[in-house]
């Protein structure tokens, strides 16, 4: 029996935003602060083999993750200017 697949079952408590094709979560083992995955709910091997609308949808979780990401780097600079 094959492992399954981490990726095509997402835990909901580590999914921070999600659409209908796609979801966004923290990686367990980042590479740099902040590093955030974007996940197809279809099982595909690329980016490139996603339909026009699974690629428009994880496009609009980047914009979703970079506007979450600028959050938490402000809040995180207003506190420790205090
Ligand atoms: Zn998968």
Same mark, same amino acid.
């Given at each position: 029996?094959?492992?399954?697949?981490?990726?095509?079952?997402?835990?909901?408590?580590?999914?921070?935003?999600?659409?209908?094709?796609? *979801?966004?979560?923290?990686?367990? *083992?980042?590479?740099?602060?902040?590093?955030?995955?974007?996940?197809?709910? !279809?099982?595909?091997?690329?980016?490139?083999?996603?339909?026009? =609308? =699974?690629?428009?949808?994880?496009? =609009?979780?980047? !914009?979703?993750?970079? =506007?979450?990401?600028?959050?938490?780097?402000?809040?995180?600079?207003?506190?420790?200017?205090?």
């Amino acid at each position: 029996m094959s492992t399954p697949c981490i990726f095509c079952f997402p835990s909901p408590e580590k999914t921070l935003f999600s659409n209908m094709y796609a *979801y966004c979560r923290f990686d367990d *083992y980042p590479v740099t602060p902040g590093h955030l995955l974007i996940i197809p709910y !279809r099982h595909i091997i690329s980016f490139f083999d996603a339909t026009n =609308e =699974e690629q428009a949808a994880m496009m =609009e979780l980047v !914009r979703s993750g970079k =506007e979450y990401l600028d959050g938490l780097i402000r809040s995180f600079v207003s506190v420790k200017r205090c």
